[in-house]
Nanobody, 127 residues
Framework: QVQLVESGGGLVQPGGSLRLSCVAS????????IGWFRQAPGKEREGVSC????????FYVNSVKGRFTISRDSAKNTVHLEMNSLKPEDTAVYYC????????????????????WGQGTQVTVTS
């Protein structure tokens, strides 16, 4: 049974940092495209970042470029999302997800392309 568990969310002031983690069981994350999504109250789920199975390609939504970094830790079957210079508009529930699709030159940011999802972790940026 595949299970994803996110952690690392919390309450932080603007300009602060958080590191989200997504730990998987039931499969090996290295074989899949992994995405991070977020959903704020009243808004649709938005793709934030995704990483190809070979780590050669990493994509970010424009609003987080230069501030967020996605990475893998193969030894721990984990994917991280390092978030710096956080802004109030980054406030949302953050989800990691697994896609069987191979990522080429374009990001995979459609939620429908992802098969497995974690339960989410809340990130709140406020002064």
């Amino acid at each position: 049974q595949v299970q994803l568990v996110e952690s690392g969310g919390g309450l932080v002031q603007p300009g602060g940092s958080l590191r989200l983690s997504c730990v998987a069981s039931g499969l090996i994350l290295d074989y899949y495209t992994i995405g991070w999504f977020r959903q704020a109250p009243g808004k649709e789920r938005e793709g934030v970042s995704c990483i190809s199975s070979d780590e050669e390609r990493k994509f970010y939504v424009n609003s987080v470029k230069g501030r967020f970094t996605i990475s893998r830790d193969s030894a721990k079957n984990t994917v991280h999302l390092e978030m710096n210079s956080l802004k109030p508009e980054d406030t949302a529930v953050y989800y990691c997800a697994i896609s069987p699709a191979l990522m080429g030159v374009y990001p995979i940011f459609r939620p429908d392309d992802y098969d497995y999802w974690g339960q989410g972790t809340q990130v709140t940026v406020t002064s």
